[in-house]
């Protein structure tokens, strides 16, 4: 039979962010990004795979009846005070599991790279702030680098709504009741957990992850109705954010979401994670503080993409950061390559990166 404990032991000892446990295979890490097999251990046979399961599962009638019928299941474990987050999928009728660490301690907010407007805006009353990003990207290392921030500087009620809970926050300057959202868990779905949010007294809602009309409707009511909402997106930039929202919606009814969004909408920080020069891996945020400018952006008949790119791209004095900026900044102080900056963008973009690089040298001398 594999032996779990050990192959766990291994990815906390090399910091592996990922373990892949596929048939046929050996199990598989993931350090900085790279795949690496452990070559000591033997390959998974079909039947040490349905043992895994059970490890995992333990005996959870919830969590087993989900994946017999959906034949995916997310879900959380605890091994040494080391969170995993635990996703089970299916191939060729075998179940195959992919193991996120989760680290113990999370960092400061001010060691993760995103701009420090991010956690100002978190002293807005009420208002929506997203933070979006494609999977791997830190989304959920941000969200719970705000939270602690928040719960170590702000007297508030934090109620957080997630998919599995991955890290476990203890209640410091503010009150944080978190709670699992799934079959089996503390709410059925996203969506009814916010509205009964209503009724319990928080100052700040976290949603682990809009993901569809109905959850986006009752995050914008709450933060109608007096509340700090922040919530994540899988979305790459922060123009496809919004072109993201506004699409949830038909055609009829985008006009009133536009302004309903321009209105609420404080912030959205979308964020990537590249591999630097050294060998690590470096935050590439982008950052749209949601002025007069932008608001009329969002506001219009018909929304443009680029003509809200050019808005952060103008709107810098305010606290907006285009990711042209983030990426010539990350190359000029040498963290990244020419030809890593370039991927991340589209090739009509390329001449403005070029001349953004080039101001920046000026500036520095």
């Known amino acids: 039979m594999v032996n779990i ?16 446990l596929i048939y046929g295979l050996k199990p598989i890490l993931r350090v900085s990004r790279e795949l690496k097999e452990l070559e000591d251990e033997d390959t998974i046979e ?4 349905f043992e895994i399961y059970d490890y995992f599962v333990r005996g959870n009638v919830d969590k087993d009846d989900i994946y017999k019928s959906t034949k995916r299941l997310d879900t959380s474990y605890e091994y040494k005070d080391v969170r995993l987050r635990v996703n089970v999928s299916s191939s060729d009728g ?19 790279g995103v701009p420090d407007i991010v956690r100002r805006m978190t002293y807005q009353p009420q208002g929506l702030i997203l933070v979006t990003g494609k999977t791997n990207s830190g989304k959920t290392t941000t969200l719970n ?5 928040i719960n170590e500087t702000q007297n508030k009620k934090i109620l957080t709504l997630e998919k599995p809970i991955e890290y476990k926050h203890t209640c410091k300057k503010s009150v944080i009741v978190q709670k699992e959202v799934g079959k089996g868990g503390d709410v059925e779905n996203f969506r009814d957990g916010v509205k ?5 007294d928080c100052d ?27 919530g994540t997106l899988h979305t790459k930039s922060c123009a496809e954010t919004i072109d993201r929202m506004i699409n949830f919606y038909e055609v009829r009814d985008q006009a009133s979401i536009k302004y309903l969004m ?14 630097g020069v050294d060998g690590k891996l470096i935050m590439l945020p982008e950052v749209m503080v949601v002025d007069n400018v932008v608001s009329g952006c969002i506001r219009k008949e018909k929304f443009s993409v680029s003509e809200l790119e050019d808005a952060i791209q103008s709107n810098i004095d305010k606290g907006s950061v285009s990711l042209i900026n983030s990426i010539a900044k990350l190359f000029v102080d040498e963290k990244i390559t020419l030809d890593q900056a370039k991927s991340q963008i589209e090739e009509k973009n390329i001449e403005s990166l070029n001349r953004t690089i080039m101001q920046m040298k000026i500036r520095r001398g």
């Open 196 to 200: 009964n949010s209503l009724r319990e």
């Open 145 to 149: 680098a705000l939270i602690n921030e």
């Open 262 to 275: 321009s209105s609420l909408l404080k912030l959205v920080v979308s964020q990537r994670l590249l591999k």
């Open 204 to 230: 700040i809602l976290v949603i682990g992850e809009i993901r569809d009309k109905e959850t986006m409707e009752a995050a914008i009511d709450m933060a109608e109705s007096g509340h700090l909402v922040i």
């Open 5 to 20: 404990n050990k192959i766990l032991d291994k990815a906390i000892e090399e910091d592996a962010s990922d373990i892949h």
């Open 46 to 49: 079909g039947n040490e795979l």
């Open 94 to 112: 075998m179940p195959i599991f992919t193991l996120r660490i989760i680290k113990n301690t999370l960092p400061k907010f001010d060691e993760l």
